[in-house]
T-cell receptor, first 114, second 112 residues
């Protein structure tokens, strides 16, 4: 049972480039989330999904896009990378939504935009 | 909106000493509170959560936290630190139909 997996682990992007961060969960969870973690800051929610085909914005969605075509996958797209998007990105999933349900996190993707 | 403040970005204790990590929350309604731990190069794992039942919550690895409404606090404690407790700890708060908000984290160092 792999849980939540994320790829890549680390990536360097040039300003203006685009990329997709991959997230897959094998727990048949309905809810999936994308967070970013900046140094000295807590995790901030970028986007979340309550099921296949349904996504919604979190606290800091600007500069990102998501899609959810399957229960398992929840990719995060950066269209025009900016230095402000340098961060560690975590994907998480839960069977149902906040506030009671435990979220399970992937190991993170470290992104550097130069 | 709900929020949490973790006092102290870095806490250092000796092995066998008491661990105390502080968390204060702000919420307009009764909150749900969580402590997560992040080991190096890993994702966050749930330590414990408060969901309005008992105010003293016991979690994994000997950790516990007490919900104090009058102090708006949810401090994390462990009587005796172990080297394996070295990690980053995050407090989080959630309200019904609202997303979870995380604190900035406290890095715990355990000295031999």
């Amino acid at each position: 049972n792999a849980g939540v997996t994320q790829t890549p682990k680390f990536r360097i992007l040039k300003i203006g480039q685009s990329m997709t961060l991959q997230c897959t969960q094998d727990m048949n969870h309905n809810y999936m989330y994308w967070y970013r973690q900046d140094p000295g800051m807590g995790l901030k929610l970028i986007y979340y999904s309550v099921g296949a085909g349904i996504t919604d914005k979190g606290e800091v969605p600007n500069g990102y896009n998501v899609s959810r075509s399957t229960t398992e996958d929840f990719p995060l797209r950066l269209e025009l990378a900016a230095p402000s998007q340098t961060s560690v990105y975590f994907c998480a999933s839960s069977y149902s939504g906040p506030p009671l349900e435990t979220q399970y996190f992937g190991p993170g993707t470290r992104l550097l935009v130069l | 909106a709900q929020s949490v403040t973790q006092l102290g970005s870095h806490v250092s204790v000796s092995e066998g000493a008491l661990v105390l990590l502080r968390c204060n929350y702000s919420s307009s309604v009764p909150p749900y509170l969580f402590w997560y731990v992040q080991y190096p190069n890993q994702g966050l794992q749930l330590l414990l959560k408060y969901t309005s039942a008992a105010t003293l919550v016991k979690g994994i690895n000997g950790f516990e936290a007490e919900f104090k409404k009058s102090e708006t606090s949810f401090h994390l404690t462990k009587p005796s630190a172990h080297m394996s407790d070295a990690a980053e700890y995050f407090c989080a708060v959630s309200e019904w139909n609202n997303d979870m908000r995380f604190g900035a984290g406290t890095r715990l160092t355990v000295k031999p």
